[in-house]
């Protein structure tokens, strides 16, 4: 059996850098529309001192801005992506205590097909997986303070840790690190600090632009309307797919204000979960398999030569990952339990509002981590049994 924990990781990351440069080599022409959405959003925010786009958040229409060419943004990315190997073997270090399952986790995070993919894009997700990972050591590690920066920034890129924020830092202030209660409120007393002084600019922008306090984008109407309407039958929110389209937005067409527009789509969502509660209760199944699905939905990435990859990459890590739950959950519940709710918080996020492996993505490196240990273990343990004939 392979040393592990005689590999340095510094050569596991130089061969993660090498992989992703080498697949925008083969790649180099990965284009997504959401990369347009993001260029057109910084340009208007450094042009107009205003972004025109009503559901983003400020931080990924600054990156590409600063970076401009699509080149230099994917080499970011790449880089990005690299880092998180790093930091997946330093998680996995402070939980487990163990460089053989560090080094495995960070081999498997080098070559994931997934991580390898998002990296060669301009989207969104390689930047903030680069942030959560940043932020969970740093709040292993107790430094609170540096890590609700990173959490705000990445609420400043995509706002979907807005409303768990506070309670991860009391959970890992008063749980795993048993730390005294008034210390714990302390922490998370100054991550409201922290949340005020680096959404204030946005805030201002926000104001600027609609002459009321928007805290966050007016993203949610679509994503509460997308996810909870009469014509959403695949979980998502998919317009102009060969599988059909899940919303009809022309019923909003003729509202001009974008925050009343907002508005009547949230009010239209939540009518019809009131009027049709056992469809909502139906789409949330279909959402929550839609979220754990085992190979991507998009028509282009369901042949064979995907399903294949993703059922070795991802499947093979989503069941070691279970295993490891069954057999040693109870024996690391403590340590591993931040993990463990942000991995319920973001499936319960996506039951109510829509799902697909991309809002998934960022839960991945944590099930390598979970993974990664029980097949090290299993693995020392049937050496120890040949060895021992």
Same mark, same amino acid.
């Given at each position: 059996?392979?040393?592990?924990?005689?590999?340095?990781?510094?050569?596991?990351?130089?061969?993660?850098?090498?992989?992703?440069?080498?697949?925008?080599?083969?790649?180099?022409?990965?284009? &997504?529309?959401?990369? %347009?959405?993001?260029?057109?959003?910084?340009? @208007?925010?450094?042009?107009?001192?205003?972004?025109?786009?009503?559901?983003?958040?400020?931080?990924?229409?600054?990156?590409?801005?600063?970076?401009?060419?699509?080149?230099?943004?994917? !080499?970011?990315?790449?880089?990005?992506?690299?880092? %998180?190997?790093?930091?997946?073997?330093?998680?996995?270090?402070?939980?487990?205590?163990?460089?053989?399952?560090?080094?495995?986790?960070?081999?498997?995070?080098?070559?994931?097909?997934?991580?390898? &993919?998002?990296?060669?894009?301009?989207?969104? @997700?390689?930047?903030?997986?680069?942030?959560?990972?940043?932020?969970?050591?740093?709040? #292993?590690?107790?430094?609170?303070?540096?890590?609700?920066?990173?959490?705000?920034?990445?609420?400043?890129?995509?706002?979907?840790?807005?409303?768990?924020?506070?309670?991860?830092?009391?959970?890992?202030?008063?749980?795993?690190?048993?730390?005294?209660?008034?210390?714990?409120?302390?922490?998370?007393?100054?991550?409201?600090?922290?949340?005020?002084?680096?959404?204030?600019?946005?805030?201002?922008?926000? $104001?600027?632009?609609?002459?009321?306090?928007?805290?966050?984008?007016?993203?949610?109407?679509?994503?509460?309307?997308?996810?909870?309407?009469?014509?959403?039958? /695949?979980?998502?929110?998919?317009?102009?797919?060969?599988?059909?389209?899940?919303?009809?937005?022309?019923?909003?067409?003729?509202?001009?204000?974008?925050?009343?527009?907002?508005?009547?789509?949230?009010?239209?969502?939540?009518?019809?979960?009131?009027?049709?509660?056992?469809?909502? !209760? @139906?789409?949330?199944?279909?959402? $929550?398999?839609?979220?754990?699905?085992?190979?991507?939905?998009?028509?282009?990435?369901?042949?064979?030569? #995907?399903?294949?990859?993703?059922?070795?990459? #991802?499947?093979?890590?989503?069941?070691?990952?279970?295993?490891?739950?069954?057999?040693?959950?109870?024996?690391?519940?403590?340590?591993? /339990?931040?993990? !463990?709710?942000?991995?319920?918080?973001?499936?319960?996020?996506?039951?109510?509002?829509?799902?697909?492996?991309?809002?998934?993505?960022?839960?991945?490196?944590?099930?390598?981590?979970?993974?990664?240990?029980?097949?090290? =273990?299993? !693995?020392?343990?049937? =050496?120890?049994?040949?060895?021992?004939?």
């Amino acid at each position: 059996m392979i040393a592990l924990h005689k590999i340095n990781v510094f050569y596991v990351v130089v061969l993660a850098f090498l992989i992703r440069v080498l697949a925008y080599y083969i790649l180099p022409g990965l284009d &997504f529309p959401d990369t %347009s959405t993001y260029i057109k959003a910084g340009d @208007e925010l450094f042009t107009n001192g205003r972004i025109g786009v009503d559901n983003v958040m400020p931080i990924h229409p600054i990156f590409v801005h600063i970076l401009h060419n699509i080149i230099f943004i994917k !080499l970011a990315n790449i880089l990005f992506s690299t880092l %998180s190997v790093y930091l997946v073997y330093e998680l996995s270090c402070m939980i487990f205590n163990n460089k053989a399952y560090a080094t495995f986790a960070a081999l498997i995070t080098c070559f994931y097909p997934y991580f390898i &993919f998002y990296s060669i894009t301009g989207l969104t @997700e390689s930047l903030y997986i680069f942030l959560l990972l940043g932020a969970f050591v740093l709040l #292993y590690k107790k430094r609170f303070t540096f890590a609700s920066i990173l959490i705000v920034i990445s609420i400043l890129h995509r706002p979907t840790l807005d409303l768990l924020a506070p309670i991860l830092i009391f959970v890992f202030s008063y749980y795993v690190h048993k730390l005294h209660i008034n210390a714990s409120i302390a922490n998370v007393l100054k991550y409201f600090v922290v949340y005020i002084l680096f959404m204030t600019p946005w805030w201002f922008h926000q $104001f600027n632009k609609y002459n009321q306090f928007v805290r966050l984008n007016l993203g949610d109407g679509i994503v509460w309307f997308s996810g909870n309407n009469p014509d959403n039958h /695949s979980g998502g929110g998919v317009i102009g797919s060969i599988k059909g389209d899940d919303m009809n937005l022309t019923l909003f067409s003729s509202i001009a204000n974008p925050i009343e527009k907002n508005d009547a789509m949230k009010q239209a969502a939540f009518t019809f979960i009131q009027k049709n509660p056992k469809r909502f !209760l @139906e789409l949330t199944t279909i959402k $929550f398999i839609r979220f754990w699905r085992l190979w991507p939905y998009a028509p282009e990435y369901e042949s064979p030569l #995907y399903i294949i990859m993703s059922l070795a990459s #991802y499947g093979v890590i989503l069941l070691l990952s279970i295993i490891f739950l069954i057999q040693y959950g109870r024996s690391y519940f403590r340590i591993i /339990s931040p993990i !463990l709710l942000l991995i319920f918080y973001f499936t319960v996020v996506h039951m109510i509002l829509i799902a697909s492996i991309r809002y998934r993505l960022p839960l991945e490196p944590f099930l390598i981590i979970f993974a990664s240990a029980v097949a090290i =273990h299993g !693995l020392q343990k049937i =050496h120890g049994r040949q060895e021992s004939k």
